[in-house]
Structures are given as structure tokens and as C-alpha cells.
């Protein structure tokens, strides 16, 4: 399983909007600039994360985009969903073979077929304790982070 360069974009792009010592918004140019992206790219993963309301678009000379929230409300689940998709990330395309009715005791029993998949349940359960933690991790928590880190670092140089 590995997320697109899509996605790390589209993080890096909300962790610059939500750190904008300015406050304003960010043009297209300066943002592709600091990720280090064509300006073509990167406007298509702001637009998507545009239409689902996580930034907003700013017209005009001094235009751009901005956080349409705030950042301690864009999640990286939200992001990650809306950059590669809200499916399910396993599914058993296997219900009717012989293998499958050996980890179902029930259905080998009762000789019925499409009963619940163990290998699926376990997949389920992961996904869903990814989905918890990337639920529980915002842009604001990495911003956060990020400058208890350099005041930490900044205070450690002082000390020398």
C-alpha cells in the first residue's frame, strides 16, 4: 500500500497554507515553487481539494488559495480521501472458492456459500485503525509539531 505523490503534495501544500506567516492566501506560483512542482500539477490537487471545500480560491492579481477551514479541521484521512478516493482498500474476490469455505467452520457446515471472509475482517480492521489515526492527526497537529520542534531547536542553539 502506498499513497500517491499526489497526496504528499496536496499535505505539503495545506501544512504551507496553514503556516502562512501572512495569513493571506498563497498563489499557485509560490506554493509549486516551494514543493518543488509544475504549477499545472499542483492546480489540479488544489482544485480537487477545492471542490471538496478544504481550500478556497481567491480571484484576482493578488489571488490564490487559502484554508476554506481551519487547519485543526482538515484531517489527513479528509485529505487522503479526497486525493486517492474514499474505497474500501481490500476486498475478497475469493467468497466462492474452496479455500474461502475452509476459514468459514459455518458455511462448511451448513454447505452455503458467501459468508463472511476472515481475511477480509482482519483487512477491515486494519483499514480502520489507519483510518482512526489519520482521523486523529490534523494539519494543525503537524504544524504544531513543527514549531515545538524549532522552538526546541532554537532553544537548545541559545544554550551553547
Known amino acids: 500500500m502506498q499513497f500517491s505523490k499526489s497526496t504528499d503534495y496536496a499535505l505539503h501544500a495545506l501544512l504551507h497554507l496553514g503556516n502562512s506567516q501572512r495569513q493571506q492566501n498563497v498563489g499557485i506560483k509560490e506554493l509549486a515553487v516551494s514543493l518543488g512542482v509544475s504549477e499545472s500539477y499542483l492546480s489540479k490537487i488544489m482544485s480537487k481539494l477545492r471542490q471538496d471545500g ?13 484554508l476554506a477551514k481551519s487547519a485543526d479541521q482538515i484531517t489527513f484521512l479528509d485529505v487522503i480521501q479526497v486525493i486517492e478516493g474514499r474505497q474500501q482498500m481490500f476486498e475478497c474476490s475469493n467468497t466462492n472458492s474452496q479455500q474461502h469455505q475452509l476459514l468459514d467452520d459455518e458455511a462448511a457446515q451448513d454447505n452455503r456459500r458467501g459468508s463472511e471472509c ?10 480502520q485503525q489507519l483510518h482512526q489515526y489519520l ?6 497537529t503537524v504544524i504544531d ?16
Not at 478544504?54 to 487559502?66: F, H, K, T
Not at 513543527?146 to 532554537?154: F, M, Q, S, V
Open 118 to 127: 476472515l481475511i477480509e475482517k482482519v483487512m477491515y480492521g486494519a483499514e
Open 145 to 160: 509539531e513543527a514549531l515545538k520542534r524549532h522552538c526546541t531547536g532554537n532553544h537548545d542553539k541559545n544554550k551553547k
Open 135 to 140: 482521523q486523529a492527526h490534523t494539519i494543525q
Open 54 to 66: 478544504i481550500v478556497r480560491a481567491v480571484p484576482g492579481v493578488n489571488g490564490g488559495y487559502e
